[in-house]
């Protein structure tokens, strides 16, 4: 019997069972097993960067090396960002107007780092099995909830637990199993993403512009090329996805407006319809979510990965201490102190971002207009900026230990 089941090994669910593996919660390591169906292996040295990437904050950096798993990624193909610039397409790329947060400006060496999914997925799922986890390559087909246990079905036969959390992201089974609804918004945009090359050096910055019709990000990638994700509203995101490549650069170096000078596309387009995802409820008696299976949220800040490695440095801590005290780490009192700090953290941020999206890249009217205007403000307002940049270091709210 393990303590801990996690159904989905994603970069989420890997970290959780890396975290408690290694007894990085605060308790005794704690056996563990993780379902993954399709785990990844890890890109090889000389393989080109792949185009699905994330934007790492500091906060899961520190997490990350908890896990046991950092100083395995951090290297050649892993890119540091020191600055980003964000502007609105009503001004031009290179005016005072652009909000610009410089890691110098807090005494940071960068303000986080873009990963590829792959890396960082198969990276955790290593350091789990090091720590003395299981991977189980299976998929969940049921659940059933007992007194003193939970019993896990899986397509390669079952398996017990004490407590069993779901990690099986935004159309998480285990969500569904556990009765645990979500309400869910379409943004009525897709999000394309590919990795480009520019004429002119990405200089290790992640550059935002917000348009009346979406979002264009350029995140830097180790090789000197950029990963780009462009949120689109859904008509428009259609019409690039079929374009052929010379007429989307085209059409990308117009939605830029050649911040980076022209752009050619060096990998396949990918696209992601956007839904905005809240789970009801985190925790149940012997279930909890974590990451996409609890929140999915709008790409635009790059948030979603690290909000999810927060859940399982918080839930991780909340088991851990729970065990520690000997109590039952599937006890709904455990869980619920989770949920709570999680539920209101997480609610924060996507209201944030969805307040982003319809006043900067939907928006109309004076308060849209104001909006836009304070992108300016901010960079005369050292405080203020010193405050976004602390955000976007993931270092401000209620931390768990193992990312402080
Ligand atoms: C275009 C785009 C750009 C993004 N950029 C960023 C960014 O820059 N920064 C950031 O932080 N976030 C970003 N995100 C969000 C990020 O990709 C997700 O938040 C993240 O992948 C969630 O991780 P997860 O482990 O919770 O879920 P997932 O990555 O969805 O992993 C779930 C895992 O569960 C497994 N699984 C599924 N069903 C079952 C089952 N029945 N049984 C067992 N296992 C199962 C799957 O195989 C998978 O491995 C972006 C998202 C999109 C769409």
Redesign the pocket.
Same mark, same amino acid.
């Given at each position: 019997m393990y303590e801990v089941v996690v159904?989905?090994?994603?970069?989420?669910?890997a970290c959780l069972g890396a975290l408690l593996a290694r007894g990085a919660g605060g308790a005794r390591p704690l056996p563990v097993a993780v379902?993954? $169906?399709?785990p990844p292996a890890a890109p090889a040295a000389d393989a080109p960067l792949e185009a699905r990437?994330?934007?790492?904050s500091r906060a899961s950096e520190r997490l990350l090396a908890a896990a046991g798993a950092w100083s395995a990624m951090a290297g050649a193909r892993v890119c540091p960002y020191e600055r980003m610039r964000i502007w609105h397409e009503g001004i031009a790329p290179d005016s005072d107007g652009v909000l610009t947060f410089d890691a110098a400006e807090v005494g940071e060496p960068n303000l986080g780092y873009i990963v590829e +999914?792959r890396l960082l997925?198969a990276a955790l799922l290593a350091a789990l099995v090091q720590a003395g986890g299981h991977v189980e390559r299976a998929?969940?087909t049921g659940l059933q909830i007992g007194a003193a246990g939970v019993t896990v079905r899986t397509t390669a036969g079952e398996l017990s637990a004490r407590l069993v959390v779901g990690?099986?992201?935004?159309?998480s089974?285990l969500r569904e199993h556990a009765g645990l609804g979500a309400d869910t918004r379409g943004y009525g945009q897709t999000?394309i993403?590919a990795t480009v090359a520019t004429a002119r050096p990405h200089r290790s910055t992640a550059w935002q512009r917000f348009m009346r019709d979406g979002t264009l990000a350029f995140?830097p990638l180790a090789d000197g090329s950029c990963s780009i994700?462009w949120s689109a509203d859904e008509a428009l995101a259609a019409r690039l996805a079929a374009l052929e490549p010379a007429a989307f650069a085209a059409e990308l170096d117009r939605a830029s407006d050649l911040a980076l000078g022209a752009t050619r596309l060096v990998s396949a387009r990918a696209s992601?319809p956007?839904t905005r995802l809240a789970a009801r409820h985190y925790v149940a008696e012997r279930v909890a979510l974590?990451?996409?299976?609890a929140h999915?949220v709008h $790409?635009l800040a790059?948030?979603?990965? +690290?909000l999810?490695l927060l859940d399982a440095a918080a839930l991780a801590q909340q088991v851990g201490e729970g065990v520690a005290r000997g109590e039952d780490p599937g006890a709904l009192a455990v869980l619920r102190a989770y949920e709570r700090w999680r539920k209101s953290e997480v609610a924060l941020m996507s209201t944030a971002i969805d307040a982003f999206d319809s006043l900067l890249a939907h928006g109309a009217g004076p308060v849209a207009q104001l909006a836009r205007r304070g992108l300016g403000w901010v960079n005369r307002a050292p405080e203020l900026q010193r405050l976004f940049i602390r955000r976007a270091l993931g270092v401000s709210g209620e931390l768990p230990r193992a990312a402080r």
């Open positions: 159904v989905g090994g994603g970069p989420v669910g379902l993954e $169906p399709q990437v994330v934007a790492l +999914n997925q998929a969940l990690a099986d992201g935004a159309r089974a999000a993403v995140l994700v992601f956007l974590v990451g996409d299976a999915v $790409p790059g948030q979603g990965v +690290n999810g």
